[in-house]
């Protein structure tokens, strides 16, 4: 079992930044790949970017050169920069993972909480 622990959002005016932080916690198991969702209101969940556990990134198109996905070293925490925000960035943001539980070498994928990310002047 694995918890993930989001924090960083908030409200930000348009061109500002902000940082999400995701901390996974759980015995037995192995991080694999993290990454971020994002739900705008009246919109459908999209991928915005994820880590492998080698550190290969990937983007949605409308991030690139404006997000950066990053992990710690333990593997266990990532991070989301965002810069130069735009009002359409507005939605809840979701901590993602893939974990493999080493007893059985199955995967499951977990999901936090959810924190608000708000962009308006």
């Known amino acids: 079992q694995v918890q993930l622990v989001e924090s960083g959002g908030g409200l930000v005016q348009p061109g500002g930044s902000l940082t999400l932080s995701c901390a996974a916690s759980g015995s037995g198991v192995t991080i694999q790949t993290m990454g971020w969702y994002r739900r705008a209101p009246g919109k459908q969940r999209e991928l915005v970017a994820q880590i492998s556990r080698l550190h290969k990134t990937t983007y949605t198109d409308s991030v690139k050169g404006r997000f950066t996905i990053s992990r710690a070293i333990n593997n266990d925490t990532a991070y989301l920069q965002m810069n130069n925000l735009k009002p359409e960035d507005t939605a809840v943001y979701y901590c993602?993972?893939?974990?493999?539980?080493?007893?059985?070498?199955?995967?499951?994928?977990?999901w936090g909480q959810g924190t608000q990310v708000t962009v308006s002047s």
């Open positions: 993602h993972c893939i974990a493999t539980a080493i007893a059985t070498i199955t995967l499951d994928d977990y």
